[in-house]
């Protein structure tokens, strides 16, 4: 797995929902368990399935947090940015209409928000680029023209 990257606050977020799901969910689900098997034959028992079901989400969470945390890279914020990198906000201007995004991880992207990918057509193509520059963006409605009038 590549880099994750994730501001201080989602990381911590994602920790402690880790924490939650080791800590109480398992053994809440594992009662559940426990319970549905002294219900009798396994082979109809609902409770029983929902239950093995719901432990294999929360597993399957436990596993997909851990590794993303493994794999975890701080954004830092740049003050006095050259380049836009991860963590930049960096304001652009296309047909004479002007906008802010901030480049983040794919985890955090809320294009609505103005936080987009790195890894997006747009986010990747501004990464590297210094105020001034222009960047020709394919999306799918046709090439688009940015102009990065700062980086922040």
Known sequence: MDKQYFTKERLEELKKELESLKAEKRIEVGERLKRAKELGDLSENSEYFEAREEQSQVETRIAELEEMIKHASVIEKVHSAVVVSVGSTVAVEKNSQQMKFTIVGSNEARPEAGLISNESPLGSAFLGKR???????????????YAIISIE
């Open 131 to 145: 105020s001034g520059d222009k960047v020709l963006v394919t999306t799918p409605s046709g090439k688009m023209e």
